[in-house]
């Protein structure tokens, strides 16, 4: 099984500043990475797939890059909405895994 | 675009069998292009995957959880379904049904997730 480790675990950021997330694989997944939004009481969202692609709708402040075992997620200008949760999953093999997230709070 | 929507009991008995429908609207089940699947997520932490199935062929399945899952399709009701035998407390989650295009093979989207608690 492939273990995704995610840092930090807490990001203490006000809006308007630059989010930097990390997501780091046991093993390589190449570039089958992706990251999720989850708000409270709501599914997670499909942020970027394949390391770094946005999904449809996602605004441009989001990018995504690395590849091998060492992954990035950029929020370069937090918006009020961006706080929440984030998750990276790979699909490198079975079984899928999830990253434990990392919560992106307002300081 | 497909939507998802979750069902089933609430509260399950520990030692008993979970089960959960999804209903899938604005798309087929027997379609090609999509492979289903099941994530849970227990209260106040992540996410775990239960397992894919497509429309033929053998679901892939959690190895954690192999033994006790079965996922299947319900091609006349345009649905899918979850079971999971002898559950515990912590099996207590949101459990989210999701599809994968194929083309894309990624989670989106997702069901709003039901929350099942396990409980005598």
């Known amino acids: 099984e492939i273990v995704l480790t995610q840092s930090p675990a807490t990001l203490s950021l006000s809006p308007g500043e630059r989010a930097t997330l990390s997501c780091r694989a046991s093993q390589s997944v190449n570039s089958y990475l992706a990251w999720y939004q989850q708000k409270p009481g709501q599914a997670p969202r499909l942020l970027i797939y394949?390391?770094?692609n946005r999904a449809t709708g996602i605004p441009a402040r989001f990018s995504g890059s690395g590849s091998g075992t060492d992954f990035t997620l950029t929020i370069t200008s937090l918006e009020p909405e961006d706080f929440a949760v984030y998750y990276c999953?790979?699909?490198?093999?079975?079984?899928?895994?999830f990253g434990g997230g990392t919560k992106v709070e307002i300081k | 675009q497909v939507q998802l929507q979750e069902s089933g009991p609430g509260l399950v008995k520990p030692s008993e069998t979970l089960s959960l429908t999804c209903t899938v609207s604005?798309?087929?089940?027997?379609?090609?292009?999509?492979?289903w699947s099941w994530i849970r997520q227990p209260p106040g932490k992540g996410l775990e995957w239960i397992g894919d199935?497509?429309?033929?062929?053998?679901?892939n399945y959690n190895p954690s959880l192999k033994s006790r899952v079965t996922i299947s399709v319900d091609m006349s009701n345009n649905q899918f379904s979850l079971k999971l035998s002898s559950v515990t407390a912590a099996d207590t989650a949101v459990y989210y049904c999701a599809t994968k295009l194929i083309t894309l093979n990624w989670f989106d989207p997702w069901g709003q997730g039901t929350l099942v608690t396990v409980s005598s």
């Open positions: 199935i497509y429309y033929i062929g053998s679901p």
């Open positions: 604005g798309g087929s089940i027997s379609s090609d292009n999509y492979y």
């Open positions: 999953q790979h699909r490198r093999k079975w079984p899928l895994t």
């Open positions: 394949d390391a770094s």
